[in-house]
């Protein structure tokens, strides 16, 4: 693990994005001086999700969700997790005023973004703050995903996302969420969620040193960081299957993401359509 990454992991969640408004602060002013960037996209330092390049990470989730995920201009989405916009923004472009965008997050200034940037110009895109402890983002409480009852009616969704979601979360609180998408989900909706499976063959290739990520075993579960429980998770992939039955969801594709070498992933991490 890099010295950078291992720094990071020890500033609180605040700290870390604090740490982020800083270093990226030359830069921002510099876009905000002299660039015309569309007033939807948040600038480098308050992106708080990750690296990469939020507009096409943004656009690239859009294309797999009209690929394989049934995604029209009339759908009714939830974005589980919706950070600070990445696929709402794209989507504002994609809806029709038919079709409708409900996300929720943990981390109060990716919403208030949101609210402030993306819902008054989309009336049918909502943005929702929910208070939950995560070690990675929030620690401001001790409520705990796998308790928690998604603030939507049943039957509600045709088209679900969590991208980069079950990589940050524990067993419990991925079945949770599963019972909670089996039951806002419409029949015949479909689910997008994006996951590190583990299984022989990835394992075999953890071992040849052919992926230089290398998780430490915890049962159903592994770390990337034996210290950072909520962090990069990955899960066996015959312990996914069992609980994707338990809570009514077919697995209509499995795609196994570059992470792991495989040059024909749709992602970085593994892609599963679920279907209800
Ligand atoms: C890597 S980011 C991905 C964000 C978004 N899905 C995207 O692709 O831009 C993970 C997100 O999960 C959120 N999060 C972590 N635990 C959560 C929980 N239990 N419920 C809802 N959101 C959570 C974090 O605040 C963060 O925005």
New binding site residues.
Partial sequence: MGILRTIYYKLSPRGRRIARRIYYFPVDLCDYIFSQRNSMIPPKGKIF??SGDFEQQGLH?CDLLLKHAGLNENSHILD????IG??AVPLTGILSKNGSYDG????KE?INWCNKKIAPKFSNFHFKH?E?K?DL?NLNTEDK?KNFQFPYPDNSFDCIIL???FT??MPE?VENYLSQIHRVMKPGGKCLVTFFILNETITQLMVSGKTHFKFHSFGNYSLLDKNVKEANVAFQENYLLKIFEKYQLKASLINYGKWSGNENGLDFQDVIILEK
Avoid: P
């Avoid at 929720?104 to 981390?107: A, N, P, R």
């Fill in positions: 999700i990750g989730i589980i997790r919706c950070g990445r696929v929720f997050d943990i981390v990716g929910v939950l995560n983002y995903a991208t980069s979601v940050h979360m609180d």
